[in-house]
């Protein structure tokens, strides 16, 4: 099995899949017209917003986001420093001055006592995720925003399918984003997705995002850029047939869920995954293992190593974005958010997807123990 790679992701491709790109393909209209439509309807009505916007991906759903309520330079906009890197860019992209909050320990996610100490007179919206599938604390955070008149703005990208306090996530900021690519659970190569209740503001995500041709001689209209963000019915097809079928999906992926939490107890000082009060459900992103305090970042690197050496594609899953070389040139640095620094040393993402057998996830896990011992550091890992 060893000499068999197994990736990271693998998206789950059914023949749906497959005869819903063709159509499309075979359509006379591949760029952005009635399948994306489509989508947007069957999107807003399985999150339960009013609106949603197809976009060409998660940086640019934000970055709309951002202009369509007017902020960018001379703004600030509070985010976790525990996510993925186009979270952060977006921000920046947009002119806004980027403020990194620490997160929650357990949960992963930006903590609402954290962002409360980093509000500022230029301080102009919150921008929360929901990492690794685990909601963020919600109903905190609104209560910040509304208390200080801000912006909240939710990353659900992680989560799709999970639930907080009854209500699927994607039903919590003022507007929400979601990005289809890789490793994730619904997948259509590239994409994005807003979602808002906000009929005005949805009308403004639709004119950032593109110029109707029949609006192109409009004095008015053609006073300001859109950035031609589209999401082609090509790939509307590809993600309409995920979502027509992610309820299978997430199925399946729960199986496998259930794979890694009986193998892995065989590590020592196992703890049961993190859910906090208010959860109903989370669907994990990837499959992440928390390595004890006495591992170093080196030594999570050497686990990732010997895992790639055995054909397991593993991953460190973040690095802290406030120490990258652009946020270190704007004057960031180290020390700023140890919660995030003390977590993101210490958390290997582990293959996770529909496609796992439980033979697969036990030489995973097995093999993870084994590179946890070669470290020097003893095998004790967790949740």
């Not at 609106?51 to 709309?64: D, E, K, Y």
């Not at 699927?168 to 979602?195: H, K, N, Y």
């Not at 004095?219 to 019915?233: E, F, G, K, R, W």
Request: hydrophobic fraction near 40%; aromatic fraction near 8%.
């Amino acid at each position: 099995m060893s000499q068999d790679w197994i990736p990271l992701s693998d998206p789950d491709i059914s023949t749906a899949e497959l005869e819903a790109v063709m159509a499309a393909l075979q359509a006379p209209q591949l760029s952005s017209g009635p399948m994306a439509e489509l989508f947007e309807k069957e999107f807003a009505a399985y999150i339960g917003r009013k609106h949603a916007i197809a976009v060409s991906s998660g940086t640019q759903a934000i970055l709309l986001c951002l202009r369509a309520y007017h902020i960018g330079p001379g703004h600030e906009v509070i985010l976790s420093a525990y996510s993925w890197h186009q979270i952060g860019h977006a921000v920046a992209l947009a002119g806004a001055t980027p403020v990194f909050a620490d997160i929650d320990y357990w949960s992963g996610t930006l903590s609402p006592e954290k962002v409360k100490s980093k509000i500022t007179a230029h301080t102009h919206a919150i921008l929360a995720g929901n990492t690794n599938g685990h909601p963020a604390a919600w109903q905190e955070l609104r209560d910040v925003s509304n208390q200080h008149g801000l912006l909240l703005l939710e990353d659900s990208t992680e989560a799709i399918g999970s639930r907080y306090q009854g209500s699927r996530v994607g039903s919590f900021g003022d507007c929400a984003i979601f990005d289809f690519s890789q490793p994730g659970l619904l997948v259509c190569g590239e994409g994005g997705m807003i979602v808002t209740d906000d009929d005005d503001i949805a009308s403004a995500l639709r004119y950032h995002r593109h110029r109707r041709i029949d609006t192109r001689f409009s004095v008015s209209i053609t006073a300001h850029l859109p950035y031609q963000a589209l999401l082609s019915d090509v790939t509307a097809a590809l993600g309409l047939a995920q979502l027509r079928r992610i309820d299978a999906i997430l199925a399946r992926r729960k199986v496998v869920e259930g794979y890694y939490y009986e193998h892995i107890k065989s590590f020592e000082g196992i703890k049961d995954p993190y859910i906090a009060p208010g959860v109903d459900e989370v669907n994990w992103f990837v499959y992440l293992v928390h390595l004890g305090t006495r591992f170093t970042r080196s030594s999570r690197d050497a686990i990732v190593e010997d895992l790639h050496t055995e054909s397991i594609g593993a991953a460190a899953y973040c690095q802290p974005l406030h120490v990258q070389r652009y946020y270190l040139d704007h004057g960031h640095r180290k020390g700023e958010c140890l919660v995030t620094e003390k977590v993101a040393d210490r958390v290997v993402a582990l293959p996770f997807h529909a496609h796992l057998t439980e033979e697969q996830v036990g030489f995973i896990v097995q093999t993870a123990k084994d590179a946890s011992i070669n470290v020097g550091a003893g095998s004790a890992i967790y949740l």
